[in-house]
């Protein structure tokens, strides 16, 4: 899953593809690369971030979505269900929700439209969140357990809605409402989760700040070294899937690592 947002706010990309034409651009090259899925935004989601009225975000993304939907599957990353029955009407195939599905009314439209729904694990708003890495360590009991726990009881609500269980994607969250520990824990158990829920599991580490825990400090576009290393560990874990700024990198990856015997099935 290549990302593109279409943001300019986002913390890694905010501001680069925001008209249509520097959009594009970055969709062909994601399809280019071996993205099989291109995950659209026009919402960020960093800590203390504003919402987006749904108008604006579809000011933002609907032509980006149709452009891409010809190209490739694509995702749109929004909590609103106004935005996801348009982009969805426009030809997505994936709803992204990062809210884990605070509005039940995003379920139905996922059900409606018969597209996938990804649901990651978070607790609140963005705009009520510090920075990820001042989470407290006592917000979490077991973090596995815990993030299992909850998604679980949202997976249950958008069962109840009318996605089917067959449709529906399991993201840990790293880095949304935990701090860098317990994201690096929740990553280095990536095995536990894939066994612990029926769906598939869709890791997103690429560039997050956590990741400094792991290969220095470094801002967001130089933490190629450790976003790779990151996805190779989930891969070999049994994620199904990967949620990434970097494709053509994290492909060639894989591919190697697959020839060398090393590489789970996320492809």
Known sequence: MGICN?????????????????????VDALVAEGADIVDLGAESTRPGAKPVAAHEQLARVLEVVRYAQA???VSI????????????????CMVNDVSLLADEGL?????????????????????KQRGFGAYPDEG?????????VEWSRAADRARAAGVPADALLMDPGLGFAKNARQSAELLHRTAELVAAVATPVLVGASRKSFLTLLGGDAPPDARLGASLAAALFAAKAGASMLRVHDVRATAQLLDAARALGAAGGAG
């Open 6 to 26: 279409v943001t300019p706010d986002s913390f890694s990309d905010g501001g680069q593809f925001l008209d249509l034409r520097a959009a594009s651009a970055r």
């Open 71 to 73: 190209r490739a599957c």
């Open 77 to 92: 990353d929004t909590t609103s269900p106004e935005v996801a029955a348009a982009c969805l009407d426009a030809g997505a």
């Open 107 to 127: 379920a139905k439209v996922v059900a409606a439209s018969g597209a996938a729904l990804a649901l990651m694990h978070s607790r609140g708003p963005m705009e």
């Open 140 to 148: 979490y009991g077991d973090v596995v357990h815990d993030v299992v």
